[in-house]
Structure formats: C-alpha cells, structure tokens
C-alpha cells in the first residue's frame, strides 16, 4: 500500500509539537554518536588556538552559537558543530601577522564566489600540509583548519569587531551597510573583496579606535545576515569574564547574555525548529547540490549588479526574483514528493531531540 505522506507529515507534527512541550533547553543531554566526537575533537584544537591567543595577550570571547551554547548548555548547543569566536579588530590584525608568520596561508585570491570552490581549495591545502595549522582569510572571518582532508578536519572561525564613532548613528550604519553588501558582490574574487573592506575602513572617518561603540566589522557576515538592533558598549564586552565550556574554561564578555539577547532575545529558551550539524553538512553537498548553490550565487550576483545600479531593488526583491528563476529551471516536485522530505527532515529532528532529552 502506497503511503500517504501529506497524512504522515501531519501526525509527525502533532507528534513533535507534543514532545517539544516536555523540553527543557538548560537540561538536554550533550549530542552523541559522530556528531559528538566531532564536537569534542574540534574543542580539542580550538583549546590549543584560545591558548596561543592568551600567550600573545589577546583578547577574544564567544558569538553566535557557541556563546548560546556557554550561556545554555555550559558547553555546545546539542545539535550545533562549530566554535565561534569574536575579536576586536586591533587583536585580531595583530592575530593575523602571527598566523602569517607561524601557520601556512590559503591565498584568498584562490577562491571565488561564483565558483564555490573554498572546500575544495581547503582540500589541497590539507592533503599539501598535513597536521598543520592552515588559515583563510575570507570576506567574512578567518578560519584556522587543522587535519589531513575536508573530511577529517577541524577548525574555528574568528569574527572581527570594529570601533565606530560616538555620533554614528544606527541608521546611518544601516544604510551603509546596505551600500556595502551591494558593491560587495560586484567583485567576486576573495582578495578583492577584502581589499575592498580593508580601504573602507581606512577612509571612512566613522571607525574610531578611541570609540567605546563597538560593532562587528565589515569582514564579519553578522553584517549581512542579522538584523541590525543596537551597536555594543564596550562595558558590554569588557571586561572579559571566565566560563564553563565542556571540559574547560574560555573568556566571556562582561554581560555575555545581554550580548547574545541583542541578536537573539530568547537565546536561552529552546528554539522550535533545529538544524543538526549544519557545517559539516556544508561539506558534504551532493554534486546536484553544489551545483544548486552556484547557479542561486550566479542569479543572485547579477540581480546585485542591476540593484547597484537601481537602488530600490531590496533584498527581498532579489530574493522573489532568485525564487521566480528557479521554477523555470527546476521540475516541480509532485505534493506526495513534497512531503515526503518534509516527513523525513522532521522524523529526524524529533529522533534526535529524543536522543538529548534528559
């Protein structure tokens, strides 16, 4: 008998929404199984990278997910993959001339946007350079890798803050930002982009290093991702405090929840929907996938070009238009299809959920 998957989804989601009533975020169990080892491993080498970081007197502390994760879980978010750390842009250049001088470096003008090809250059540097420690600067953070293949490897991801000047405002910062992720997308080429960032700071007199008002930095994709709702105060961050993370000790910010609560209000509530592993899984993208994922880029760096000539195209625009493309390029799937992966993603969710329930 053919199985109804439309009726299949439906019981699925009762049957999630009632297990999602018992859970307690503070409470879950840690991850288990590949996923796990692969959070405890990553740790391992992140340890080793925050220790060079406290040698060289420099100051880093927690974003993203694996703050959420300090503050939750006192450890990582259960289904989350990475570590995360941010930087004030002093340190981090200062970090930067000392990977340059002790680790092997990825050029940045070796990868391209429109051709997708970061993990695959990752690759090489890794089957070249085995057991080192690798790093990439891109258009949105540095990357420290450590392994023998795209497969096997580790790595942390380093998020620069910048200064801005006491009379700047939010709008102000919004609209350029806006400007910025438009001209942006014009280059395609990694070095150029950050070059481009590189020249913006030094001739915009609106980043001052003597500012106690502090933001992420224009190489830093929170820009482009978040929405924009207050810039930092430095006694925010500073001073940095010491908090539990798995089996160790890493730096915080001064009011590390009213950090995290200034992108995302109910960090330390459980979020509804999850997604499990959602970096590894980057790695591993099908050919049809990757495939997938360009031609959305290649769409997308087009519409910013006209956008760039006609400033009221916004994103969400573009985001209309890419969808509109795409159903002429792609075969519908049929409803029983549709449900089908729908049915599948979310039996996944509710199984692991289960398997981190207290």
Request: glycine share 4%; with cysteine.
């Amino acid at each position: 008998m053919k199985k109804n998957y439309k009726q299949l989804y439906k019981e699925a989601i009762k049957e999630y929404n009632e297990f999602y009533k018992t859970i307690e975020a503070a409470n879950l169990k840690p991850a288990s199984g590949n996923l796990r080892e692969y959070q405890l491993k990553t740790l391992n080498f992140c340890k080793k990278i925050l220790i060079q970081l406290e040698e060289l007197k420099l100051s880093y502390f927690p974003i993203g997910g694996t703050l959420i994760g300090a503050l939750r879980h006192k450890g990582f978010i259960p289904w989350d993959d990475d570590f995360d750390i941010g930087m004030m842009r002093d340190d981090y250049e200062i970090f930067l001339n000392y990977c340059k001088q002790n680790y092997i470096e990825i050029p940045a003008k070796l990868i391209y946007f429109s051709s997708d090809n970061r993990f695959k250059i990752w690759d090489k540097f890794l089957h070249k350079y085995p057991k080192q420690y690798i790093f990439s600067r891109t258009p949105h953070h540095t990357q420290i890798i450590f392994g023998t293949n795209i497969e096997d490897c580790v790595n942390i991801d380093i998020f620069p803050h910048d200064r801005y000047s006491e009379d700047y405002t939010g709008e102000q910062y919004k609209n350029y930002i806006d400007i910025i992720n438009k001209k942006k997308y014009i280059l395609d080429n990694y070095q150029k982009i950050i070059d481009f960032f590189d020249n913006e700071r030094i001739t915009n007199s609106f980043f001052d290093n003597n500012s106690k008002k502090i933001y992420y930095g224009l190489d830093n994709i929170d820009n482009y991702i978040l929405q924009f709702k207050g810039f930092f105060n430095e006694d925010m961050i500073f001073p940095l405090k010491k908090i539990k993370f798995e089996n160790t000790e890493i730096s915080i910010q001064n009011k590390g929840l009213e950090y995290a609560q200034r992108q995302y209000k109910n960090c330390l509530q459980m979020p509804y929907d999850i997604i499990i592993s959602p970096h590894l899984d980057n790695k591993f993208l099908s050919e049809e996938l990757h495939k997938s994922k360009i031609f959305d880029f290649k769409l997308k760096e087009v519409l910013f070009k006209l956008a760039y000539k006609k400033e009221t195209t916004n994103d969400f625009c573009k985001d209309i238009a890419i969808s509109e493309i795409r159903k002429l390029f792609r075969k519908k799937p049929t409803e029983q299809e549709k449900y089908k992966t729908l049915y599948k993603k979310l039996n996944q969710k509710l199984e692991f959920l289960k398997s981190i329930k207290s």
